[in-house]
C-alpha cells in the first residue's frame, strides 16, 4: 500500500496571533482571515521490509530506527517523530517529507505538513476522525514540539483551502468560506505578489512576547491586537461584498499595527520589499506569519502584478509564482 498526501499553506491576510489560545477567548468575536496557496507540502508513506525511515527530502535529513521507541526527541524531524509515535503504526513504513516552501517562509508550512502526515497515518492505520479533531491533534502536538504558544489557523488552511474567515469562539474554530467561485478568486489571485526575503523567520520567540504582553496588559500590545482584530473584521466584510479595493487599505491597516508589536517584526529585508513595491504599483502590503523575515505579501494596483514580479526580482528578492489553492488537503491510497 502507498499512501500519497499533500496540502497547500497559507498566505495570512488579516488577524493572525489571534489564532493563539487564549487571546482569541479574550478578545471578542476574533477572526483571521488567511488563502491557502499551492506552495505544497507532500507526504508519501510506503511500505518497508523493517522498521521505521522518516526522509526529509528539503531538509536533506533520514532517520532510520527499529522501534517507534528508538525514533529521536528534538532535532528537524521532531514533529514527525512525534507524529508516528501518536499514530503507533506496526513496523515497516517509510515516511518521506516534502516542501516546496522555502525554509522559514511564514506560510505554515511546517504546520500543514504536520496536519497533512497525521491525515497520512491515520489512512494507512485505518482510523477515522473529524477534520476538528485533526487539527486540534495537530495544534498540540506542535505546541508540545516548539515548547511554546503555537497558531491553529496554518491547520485550517491547509486542510480547508480556498479563502476564508477563521472564528474562534467558546463553540471551538469556525471557518466560513470567502470567493467561493473560480472568478472571484483569481481576481484576488492578480492583485497578490508573494516575494521571499531569504531570511527565514521562526514565530515562536516573537508570539511568546506578544501574548505575554497582552497578558500583562501592556496597554500599547492590547490597542494594537484589539485594532488588529477589528481590521480582520472588516477585511471579512470586504471579502463577503467582493470590495478587493478596500482589501489593500485594510492589508496597509494591519501592518502598521502588527510592525508595533514586538521588536523584530519587521526588519531591513522586510521595508526593502514594500519599498519596491510601492515604487511600483504596490498599494500595501505585510510579513507573513509572525514577521522577523520570510515572505512578504503585497496586495498591488490593478494590471500592475506582472511589473512588480519584475522589480523585485531585480532587486534580489525571490518572487514565488503562486495561485489560490480551492482545494486543502488530499490524501490518496493506492497498492
Known amino acids: 500500500m502507498i499512501v500519497d498526501a499533500r496540502a497547500p499553506t497559507r498566505i495570512d491576510l488579516a488577524g493572525g496571533t489571534l489564532d493563539i489560545h487564549p487571546l482569541a477567548l479574550m478578545e471578542d468575536d476574533a477572526w483571521t482571515i488567511n488563502v491557502a496557496v499551492d506552495i505544497t507540502v507532500q507526504v508519501r508513506l510506503t511500505r518497508a521490509r523493517r522498521g521505521f525511515a522518516i526522509v526529509s527530502q528539503d531538509l536533506g535529513q533520514k532517520v532510520q530506527v527499529e522501534t517507534l521507541d528508538d525514533l529521536p526527541t528534538g532535532g528537524p524531524l521532531d514533529l514527525a517523530t512525534r507524529a508516528l509515535r501518536f499514530s503507533q503504526p506496526k513496523p515497516g513504513l517509510t515516511v518521506t517529507l516534502t516542501s516546496s516552501a522555502p525554509p522559514g517562509s511564514g506560510l505554515g508550512a511546517s504546520s500543514a505538513l504536520l496536519v497533512t502526515l497525521l491525515a497520512s497515518l491515520d489512512r494507512w492505520t485505518h482510523r477515522s476522525r473529524s477534520q476538528e479533531d485533526l487539527v486540534a491533534t495537530a495544534w498540540r502536538m506542535e505546541a508540545q514540539s516548539l515548547r511554546t504558544l503555537t497558531g491553529r489557523q496554518d491547520y485550517h488552511a491547509a486542510v480547508a483551502g480556498g479563502v476564508n474567515a477563521i472564528h474562534f469562539g467558546l463553540g471551538g474554530d469556525r471557518l466560513e468560506p470567502l470567493l467561493q467561485t473560480p472568478k472571484m478568486r483569481q481576481a484576488l489571485e492578480d492583485r497578490l505578489v ?90 500595501s502590503g505585510k510579513a507573513c506569519g509572525a514577521g522577523g523575515g520570510g515572505c512578504v505579501v503585497v496586495f498591488t494596483r490593478a494590471g500592475a502584478k506582472k511589473g512588480l514580479e519584475g522589480a523585485l526580482r531585480t532587486a534580489g528578492f525571490a518572487v514565488l509564482e503562486t495561485a489560490i489553492a480551492a482545494k486543502g488537503l488530499q490524501v490518496r491510497v493506492s497498492r
Open 194 to 283: 508573494l516575494a521571499y526575503t531569504g531570511q527565514p523567520h521562526s514565530s515562536g520567540v516573537t508570539n511568546w512576547g506578544v501574548v505575554r504582553s497582552y497578558l500583562d496588559g501592556v496597554p500599547a500590545t492590547v490597542n494594537r491586537l484589539r485594532s488588529i482584530a477589528e481590521v480582520a473584521r472588516r477585511m471579512r466584510d470586504a471579502l463577503r461584498v467582493q470590495d478587493l479595493n478596500a482589501i489593500g487599505e485594510l492589508l496597509a491597516e494591519e501592518w502598521t499595527n502588527r510592525r508595533e508589536l514586538a521588536n523584530g517584526v519587521s526588519t531591513q529585508a522586510i521595508e526593502k520589499v514594500l519599498l519596491v513595491a510601492r515604487r511600483h504599483g504596490g498599494v
